[in-house]
């Protein structure tokens, strides 16, 4: 496992592939553990570093010095990680150039939303329309193993659930009928926001704050329905395939990419939400 993921750190670091995409490739025998851990260092290099007792310099270069420590992790792993998880991250996570751009930008805000980075997020779910995040939790609760928590429907978006650390989805029934897809939940948001930002606008402030206790209302039905939309940089079309849901069929998404593999599998996401206005 060691070795599998040292091949994807240098991977990330020399070529242009997605974590995800690196992920994928792997054996089925290391693909959990290396799931659990690369996101980890990722996140936080230099306080996993510390932790470790591991001098890194320019985690952020491909250096890697840090995995000299990453042996302990291999041998209890779940146990180590999520004791890492539960403690903060610092700017010091973070290149110098990241940390000048985000104090300027951010002034006062900048120290706490990079400590945010670190954590482990969440992982999002979108409902389809025909079944509602409801129907997706009640099935969901049936047949998936929650090991982190139990699902809960999200407050950021109204046909979202929010899954607490990581949990296998992609073997459920639920999954692979279409009637969800993993996805965050801003940007589940943010597509409901380009088809309506008359409904969704006050949602949104200027400057990053914790959401408000209001849950967003589930998106108008029969309002804007014939519109045309462009994605014109849909990669495997996350968001195409959220716009094209939420519009129930109607309208008209037109998915643009430079890479013909990612339209390629939008195609297949596509077939598997029976989506027939996108293209």
Known sequence: ALST?????????????????????????????????????????????????????????????????????????????????????????????????????????????MQELTRDPPMGLRASRSKGSG??????????DFPHGGPAESRVSPVGVSVAGYAAIAGTTAFQEGWCEIQDEGSQFIALFALWPEVYGKFLTPMPSAFGNERPPEPPRGRSLSCNV???????????????????GRGRVFAYDVSNTKLQALKRRALRWNLNNIQ
Do not use: N
Request: hydrophobic share 45%; aromatic share 6%.
């Open 135 to 144: 129907k997706l939790l009640q099935a969901l609760r049936t047949e998936a």
């Open 230 to 248: 462009v994605d014109a940089c849909a990669g495997a079309g996350g968001k195409a395939l959220s716009l094209a849901d939420y519009l129930e």
């Open 5 to 113: 993921m040292l091949e994807i750190w240098e991977q990330l670091f020399s070529t242009p592939v997605h974590l995800d995409s690196a992920i994928s490739k792997i054996p089925p025998t290391y693909k959990s553990i290396v799931a659990r851990i690369l996101p980890v260092v990722l996140r936080r290099p230099m306080a996993l570093a510390e932790q470790l007792g591991v001098d890194v310099r320019s985690p952020w270069k491909g250096d890697i010095a840090l995995w000299d420590g990453i042996e302990p992790l291999l041998e209890d792993s779940i146990h180590q990680i999520e004791k890492i998880e539960k403690q903060a991250g610092s700017d010091k996570d973070f290149p110098d150039h990241f940390v000048k751009g985000m104090t300027e930008d951010w002034g006062a805000h900048a120290g706490p939303l």
